[in-house]
């Protein structure tokens, strides 16, 4: 019991100096990298994160890009995924989070760079099937907060955080910031990865809100069973954003699943509590 004693103390306070595998969040259409609020700050005490913000809408380059004539693209998302950490990290392989849209950059990048690619959890990913609801779209329209945060969580009162509210209060009216959003949108709307998840080699992760009401859970379960070495969770009273909604879970299930020798979609709740297991 003595000699073990390190090994039990390391896994519920890890060390703090050496290099981290490398974890990259990629956020949808919420576009802020802060959309992780919930989550950086546990994930950073097993991994160096990263939260690349390629989705300003009202930032310089997704406007010079449109300004171009150039399309804001899964294909263009991807690349510039690419660019980044093997400029700015260069640390492969890489482990993801991705939420919805970025699930569908997370698979379209492993499967082109597979050997960059460690482990993936994609949760709530669209792209996997032919129908989605785009919430935000509605919001824009309507100029309505609200009626955004009741499609996207299961109970939009408890989980729809003030600064969260006030921030799309205040990008609503703004026109530069809703052309990029729709320019976006247009460009990334019909591009599905369902016929690629049979080529990703990566073992991956997939998480879904039983009670998500944008991208069917259903349909995502039947995707996640073509992966090679996939993994499927469906979670009950949760929509569309468990990294929220669901945050002590999907925390401890993160660390459990993009470090443990054997990951489960289902661990122990001992393996949650305890962290990594090295």
């Given at each position: 019991?003595?000699?073990?004693?390190?090994?039990?103390?390391?896994?519920?306070?890890?060390?703090?100096?050496?290099?981290?595998?490398?974890?990259?969040l990629i956020n949808g259409l919420a576009?802020?990298?802060?959309?992780?609020?919930?989550?950086?700050?546990?994930?950073?005490?097993?991994?160096?994160?990263?939260?690349?913000?390629?989705?300003?809408?009202?930032?310089?380059?997704?406007?010079?890009?449109?300004?171009?004539?150039?399309?804001?693209?899964?294909?263009?998302?991807?690349?510039?995924?690419?660019?980044?950490?093997?400029?700015?990290?260069?640390?492969?392989?890489?482990?993801?989070?991705?939420?919805?849209?970025g699930g569908k950059v997370a698979v379209?990048?492993?499967?082109?760079?597979?050997?960059?690619?460690?482990?993936?959890?994609?949760?709530?990913?669209?792209?996997?099937?032919?129908?989605?609801?785009?919430?935000?779209?509605?919001?824009?329209?309507?100029?309505?907060?609200?009626?955004?945060?009741?499609?996207?969580?299961?109970r939009p009162a408890r989980h729809a955080?003030?600064?969260?509210?006030?921030?799309?209060?205040?990008?609503?009216?703004?026109?530069?910031?809703?052309?990029?959003?729709?320019?976006?949108?247009?460009?990334?709307?019909?591009?599905?990865?369902?016929?690629?998840?049979?080529?990703?080699?990566?073992?991956?992760?997939?998480?879904?809100?039983?009670?998500?009401?944008?991208?069917?859970?259903?349909?995502?379960?039947?995707?996640?069973?073509?992966?090679?070495?996939?993994?499927?969770?469906?979670?009950?009273?949760?929509?569309?954003?468990?990294?929220?909604?669901?945050?002590?879970?999907?925390?401890?299930?993160?660390?459990?699943?993009?470090?443990?020798?054997?990951?489960?979609?289902?661990?122990?709740?001992?393996?949650?509590?305890?962290?990594?297991?090295?």
């Amino acid at each position: 019991m003595v000699t073990k004693l390190p090994i039990w103390i390391t896994r519920l306070r890890p060390r703090h100096y050496g290099r981290k595998p490398p974890l990259i969040l990629i956020n949808g259409l919420a576009e802020q990298a802060e959309s992780w609020y919930r989550n950086h700050r546990y994930w950073r005490r097993y991994f160096d994160v990263y939260m690349p913000n390629f989705l300003v809408y009202d930032g310089e380059a997704l406007h010079r890009r449109i300004e171009d004539g150039l399309p804001i693209s899964v294909d263009y998302l991807v690349e510039q995924l690419q660019v980044y950490l093997s400029q700015f990290v260069q640390a492969a392989p890489y482990h993801f989070v991705a939420s919805s849209l970025g699930g569908k950059v997370a698979v379209e990048f492993a499967t082109r760079y597979p050997k960059m690619v460690g482990r993936m959890i994609l949760l709530c990913p669209s792209g996997m099937g032919d129908e989605e609801r785009l919430p935000i779209i509605e919001g824009v329209r309507k100029n309505d907060v609200r009626a955004l945060a009741e499609s996207v969580f299961y109970r939009p009162a408890r989980h729809a955080d003030g600064e969260m509210v006030r921030f799309y209060k205040r990008q609503f009216p703004n026109r530069r910031w809703q052309k990029g959003l729709l320019r976006t949108v247009n460009g990334t709307k019909d591009h599905t990865v369902r016929d690629r998840m049979k080529d990703v080699q990566s073992p991956t992760l997939v998480i879904s809100g039983r009670n998500d009401r944008i991208c069917d859970p259903k349909e995502t379960a039947t995707a996640a069973a073509e992966l090679r070495c996939g993994h499927f969770l469906m979670i009950p009273r949760c929509g569309h954003a468990p990294q929220i909604e669901k945050a002590w879970l999907i925390n401890r299930l993160v660390v459990h699943f993009l470090t443990h020798p054997r990951p489960s979609s289902r661990p122990r709740l001992s393996q949650l509590l305890l962290g990594s297991a090295k």
